[in-house]
């Protein structure tokens, strides 16, 4: 599974792997309904990419900015991978 | 970084240096192209080139070659366009604020043109004549780009502006074999320029405009016959309206807009109908 950050124009956006562990984290924080992504120009949201379609997921799930822990997760992701420039 | 401007013949030419931001757009500009030896500076009166070596052991400065001329007609595949050129030594002369006078300044731009055709052998595209500037707007069409999610996701806002669809998230550069290594306006610029994106109306050509996030991205306008502008923010829907919800017309242009971090504008330029992009 892989984390997309959808925050650039031209630049494909930043990608990063979930761990095992971490991967079971955010499929327990995700809402019932998807929220949807911010438009326009910078940071908009994620993208959960899951081609294998675990946990009974579809290959791709928009999350957007996300709200409450999910955001938190998300945020700290970024973050720790050296994206907090672009949030 | 030492700049010389050959320009005298009785009086010392005047020298300046490039501070740290300029050594930088100077890599920018320059790297990874073939570029003039000092050696080929024609012999004449008035300005023949201007001559860059490197004078620290700075790392950086050892990404171009010891020593180099700007503002030289050159025949090789991979040299400065004569657009490039111009604009090099545009660029090279504000570095030297108070060491070359208006006067001086204003004979260079002359004779650069002068000096980059005299030595052209076989005809090049971009020094022949311009051709009358023909506008060639489309109507705003963004069904194109949205309704197919292999399309809206593949497909960035330089494949917008250009209006070619590649499925390839066209980067400015990689057509030509030189992708930009950084994002700053000279740099997205030239790759762009080399792509074959004019930065002067020459021909049948779409109106677009460049702007910048320092350091992180860049981002495409392209100007539509319903007259506003539409543009599309990566792999997110193309659309007409600016970050604040307003549409980009009439008052409002990529200039002024609501661009989000894309805080630096780079200028407009105009896409020739047909361009190949990738």
């Given at each position: 599974m892989e984390i997309e950050l959808d925050v650039f124009s031209g630049v494909p956006n930043p990608r990063w792997t979930l761990s095992g562990a971490e991967a079971r984290r955010l499929v327990a924080l995700l809402p019932a309904t998807p929220e949807p992504e911010r438009e326009g120009l910078g940071f908009r949201g994620f993208?959960?990419?899951?081609?294998?379609?675990?946990?009974?997921?579809?290959?791709?799930?928009e999350l957007g900015p996300g709200t409450g822990e999910l955001a938190a997760f998300l945020t700290a992701q970024a973050i720790h991978h050296g994206y907090a420039h672009l949030l | 970084m030492r700049v010389e401007l050959e320009v005298f013949s009785g009086r010392t030419n005047p020298v300046w240096h490039l501070d740290d931001s300029q050594v930088r757009e100077a890599l920018d500009r320059f790297s990874g192209r073939?570029?003039?030896?000092?050696?080929?500076?024609?012999?004449?009166?008035?300005?023949?080139?201007?001559?860059?070596?490197?004078?620290?052991?700075?790392?950086?400065?050892?990404?171009?070659?010891?020593?180099?001329?700007?503002?030289?007609?050159?025949?090789?595949?991979?040299?400065?366009?004569?657009?490039?050129?111009?604009?090099?030594?545009?660029?090279?002369?504000?570095?030297?604020?108070?060491?070359?006078?208006?006067?001086?300044?204003?004979?260079?731009?002359?004779?650069?043109?002068?000096?980059?055709?005299?030595?052209?052998?076989e005809a090049k595209a971009d020094l022949q004549p311009a051709a009358p500037c023909q506008?060639?707007?489309?109507?705003?069409?963004?069904?194109?780009?949205?309704?197919?999610?292999?399309?809206?996701?593949?497909?960035?806002?330089?494949?917008?502006?250009?209006?070619?669809?590649?499925?390839?998230?066209?980067?400015?550069?990689?057509?030509?074999?030189?992708?930009y290594t950084s994002l700053t306006c000279a740099a997205v610029r030239?790759?762009?320029?080399?792509?074959?994106?004019?930065?002067?109306?020459?021909?049948?050509?779409?109106?677009?405009?460049?702007?910048?996030?320092?350091?992180?991205?860049?981002?495409?306008?392209?100007?539509?016959?319903?007259?506003?502008?539409?543009?599309?923010?990566?792999?997110?829907?193309?659309?007409?309206?600016?970050?604040?919800?307003?549409?980009?017309?009439?008052?409002?242009?990529?200039?002024?807009c609501n661009r989000g971090p894309y805080t630096q504008f780079c200028g407009y330029f105009w896409v020739p109908v047909g361009l190949l992009i990738r």
């Open positions: 993208v959960l990419h899951n081609p294998e379609r675990e946990f009974g997921l579809p290959d791709v799930v | 073939s570029l003039a030896e000092p050696a080929d500076l024609p012999d004449q009166l008035g300005f023949r080139g201007l001559v860059i070596s490197a004078d620290t052991d700075d790392p950086t400065e050892s990404e171009l070659p010891q020593r180099f001329a700007v503002g030289v007609a050159q025949d090789s595949r991979d040299a400065l366009t004569a657009d490039e050129s111009v604009d090099a030594v545009s660029w090279l002369l504000e570095t030297s604020r108070h060491h070359v006078d208006d006067q001086i300044r204003e004979h260079v731009m002359r004779a650069l043109r002068g000096n980059l055709e005299s030595r052209s052998i506008p060639y707007h489309t109507p705003y069409n963004p069904g194109f780009w949205n309704n197919d999610a292999t399309v809206r996701t593949t497909n960035n806002c330089y494949n917008y502006a250009v209006n070619r669809r590649t499925n390839t998230f066209a980067q400015p550069g990689r057509q030509c074999g030189h992708q030239a790759a762009a320029l080399c792509d074959g994106v004019r930065p002067s109306c020459d021909g049948q050509q779409r109106l677009v405009a460049l702007v910048v996030w320092p350091g992180g991205d860049y981002h495409w306008y392209r100007y539509h016959s319903d007259g506003f502008w539409g543009h599309k923010p990566g792999k997110t829907a193309a659309r007409n309206t600016d970050n604040s919800g307003n549409v980009i017309g009439g008052s409002l242009n990529p200039a002024n």
